[in-house]
């Protein structure tokens, strides 16, 4: 096999699977570290005494620099401009200080500190929310990075080949990562005597195998340079900055921004509510809360790799994401009807969203690359990136202004 490999990079299929594999490891940590912190919400009240506007504070880190500070799509034009090398390996160098930043907060710093200072008035935070909500917001412009450098390079090997069944299991692993964070977390903590850090400290270990792992990629990436330098095939088109123009005049790729922004802002916010409203609407007992809305990463998991084949099959990509969207508003208007509260419903509609969460996402990332030219790719995964990030913020806010307005849940 490493012969093949050696022989022809471009045409060697385990070569091109040996990249998929290295560089969705590296995301995979990416995506255990952003949600390390979710299953530990008690220990940090317990401990800490952090409360709802401590951890509101704390996640709305995730876009103070992505969306505020433009830095994600400033990160697709360094990706374009730059190759996705060097990018891929400052993004992890970004992610380890976020992350850094926030494992010296939560495990060394004074939970009963406070800070004083200005901002649209005077303010008083405590010293160490306010450190972890930096390192998660300077964490959240790697792990953003990441996400779009990884994309890139899927389509760079797997372009005209199997590209949508590959990007399906580079979101499979990113999925894997997100499971692996709500099941490791609680269990690592307690083995080390309800040490909040630890599993931080555990993520960052897992991030630097997923840097040696990118470092894979980068050698057998060097090849295929190399390969494609001797046979004249370089890719001579370089990003310019005005190219950012000719993505803002394609139509399709706004209704993809869009479609991207809607979609994620209605999933995304609901695996955070999801156990309250098994609880709540559904009547589950409490221990059993969490089984109905875990149905969903998992199934995701087969899921999305599987439609991507068969979008490389039979194309239809447009067809599949209006179908997930229809099938988002069916489950949504089952969760909204009053009387439809039976448990087995719930597992229904989480079933069903399970299914769109594959569907439009199996189709969503290999369409891009129909509609963007390679060495504009990066900036505009970026953007797609950073118009859903208005959502991921946003809609979380505007369920707990519901909920406090409207709602039952306990505050
Ligand atoms: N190579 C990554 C594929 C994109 C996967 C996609 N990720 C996003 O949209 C990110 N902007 C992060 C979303 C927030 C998750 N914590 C996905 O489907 O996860």
């Known amino acids: ?151 890139k390079i899927v ?51 897992l991030l630097l195998l997923g840097f040696l792992t990118f470092l894979v990629y980068i050698v057998m990436d060097r090849r295929l340079d190399s390969e494609r330098a001797q046979e004249g095939l370089a890719d001579d088109e370089r990003f310019r900055f005005r190219d950012i123009f000719s993505i803002f005049r394609i139509r399709a790729f706004w209704y993809i921004a869009l479609l991207c922004l809607l979609f994620y802002a209605a999933v995304h916010p609901f695996v955070k509510f999801a156990v309250d409203l098994v609880v709540q609407k559904f009547g589950v007992a409490g221990e059993y809360s969490g089984l109905i809305p875990s149905l969903l990463p998992v199934g995701t998991l087969v899921l999305t790799p599987l439609f991507g084949s068969i979008y490389d099959r039979r194309g239809k990509g447009a067809s599949m994401m209006i179908w997930g969207a229809l099938m988002l508003v069916f489950v949504y208007a089952g969760f909204a009807i009053p009387w439809v509260d039976h448990w087995a419903a719930a597992v229904v509609l989480v079933i069903i969203l399970g299914v769109a969460f594959s569907l439009v996402p199996s189709a969503m990332w290999p369409s891009v690359p129909k509609i963007i030219p390679e060495h504009e790719l990066g900036t505009a995964y970026a953007l797609i990136f950073w118009v859903q990030n208005w959502g991921l913020a946003g809609v979380p806010l505007l369920i707990g202004w519901a909920l406090d307005k409207w709602g039952t849940l306990p505050p």
Request: a positive charge; glycine letters at 10%; one cysteine or more.
């Open 1 to 151: 096999m490493v012969e093949k490999i050696q022989r022809k990079m471009s045409e060697s299929r385990s070569a091109r699977w040996i990249v998929l594999l290295m560089v969705s490891l590296t995301m995979m940590c990416g995506y255990f570290l952003t949600d390390v912190l979710a299953p530990l919400k008690g220990l940090l009240i317990e401990l800490f005494h952090w409360d709802n506007t401590d951890f509101g504070l704390f996640n709305s880190g995730y876009g103070w620099f992505n969306i505020f500070l433009l830095m994600l799509i400033f990160g697709g034009m360094v990706l374009d401009k730059l190759g996705a090398r060097f990018t891929g390996v400052l993004s992890v160098g970004v992610m380890l200080v976020g992350i850094g930043i926030k494992y010296y907060a939560i495990g060394f710093m004074d939970p009963s500190r406070t800070v004083d200072f200005w901002f649209f008035g005077a303010q008083t935070l405590k010293a160490q929310v306010l450190a972890a909500s930096l390192g998660y917001a300077l964490f959240a412009v790697g792990y953003e990075t990441i996400g779009i450098t990884a994309n």
């Open 155 to 205: 389509v760079r090997w797997f372009k005209g080949r199997e590209l949508a069944f590959a990007l399906g299991m580079n979101v499979a692993f990113a999925r894997m990562g997100t499971f692996l964070a709500l099941a490791l977390p609680l269990p690592i903590a307690k083995a080390f005597g309800n040490s909040v850090s630890t599993p931080i400290l555990f993520g960052m270990i």
